[in-house]
């Protein structure tokens, strides 16, 4: 009995571990692309990803830092950037609404 109650636990543990290694790798990125398919807004991507790493205003590009694609087009209205915790960058172009107009998740 002891021996499949153990093997049980071990089970667990593996099963929450490759959870915790899988999820910020390929849960959150699907997830965050979800989310920026809803076209929210400004706000709500704050609320969601905590305060922008860049921001920029109509006619201007990100500057090079590493993270590829570079998105090459400049922002119509603002864009704005946010690094997340799996190794990606988000770079997000707001219409004059401040609602998502188009995005690109880059890497580093």
């Not at 997830?31 to 201007?60: C, M, V, Y």
């Not at 209205?77 to 990606?88: N, P």
């Not at 107009?101 to 880059?106: G, H, P, R």
Request: aromatic share 12%; with cysteine; net charge positive.
């Amino acid at each position: 009995m002891k021996p499949l109650f153990l093997s049980a636990i071990v089970l667990i543990f593996a099963a929450c571990g490759g959870w915790l290694i899988l999820a910020p790798y390929w849960h959150l990125p699907q997830a965050d692309k979800r989310f920026l398919q809803t076209s929210p807004t400004r706000n709500d991507l704050i609320s969601r990803f905590g305060r922008p790493d860049e921001e920029i205003e109509r006619g201007e590009k990100f500057s090079m830092t590493g993270w590829l694609p570079l998105p090459d087009r400049a922002a119509t209205h603002r864009a704005v950037s946010f690094v997340r915790r799996y190794g990606s960058k988000i770079y997000v172009f707001l219409d004059e609404g401040n609602r998502v107009e188009t995005f690109v998740i880059s890497s580093s």
